[in-house]
């Protein structure tokens, strides 16, 4: 089992730039493919960014691929997310989550640990 609070999210300007930080208590962290998912007010829960269990492979959703970046340091059980380039779009709040299904798509119901959640606004 996993515990996973979320910090670094705020109000920025459109693009501007936040970087997410994801704790993990316990010692099991790094046996854990892990994903950033984001939840805007009256629509679904959508897939960001995912990272596997060693960091060698990395997945974003086409909306921000070339913008946001996903990165571990199991050392230090945390997980991060560098946005860069905010868009009023990206307005959410923004989940961390650690997978339990080995098979699957990056899609919430693969994800079973999830973080509070913390609040990304970007401003126009």
């Known amino acids: 089992q996993v515990q996973l609070v979320e910090s670094g999210g705020g109000l920025v300007q459109a693009g501007g730039s936040l970087r997410l930080s994801c704790a993990a208590s316990?010692?099991?962290?790094?046996?854990?493919?892990m994903g950033w998912f984001r939840q805007a007010p009256g629509k679904e829960r959508e897939f960001v960014a995912a990272i596997n269990w060693s960091g060698s492979s990395t997945y974003y959703a086409d909306s921000v691929k070339g913008r946001f970046t996903i990165s571990r340091d199991n050392a230090k059980n945390t997980v991060f997310l560098q946005m860069n380039s905010l868009k009023p779009e990206d307005t959410a709040i923004y989940y961390c989550?650690?997978?339990?299904?080995?098979?699957?798509?990056?899609?919430?119901?693969?994800?079973?640990?999830w973080g509070q959640g913390t609040q990304v606004t970007v401003s126009s």
């Open positions: 316990g010692r099991t962290f790094s046996t854990y493919a």
């Open positions: 989550a650690a997978r339990v299904y080995y098979s699957g798509g990056q899609v919430a119901e693969n994800y079973g640990y």
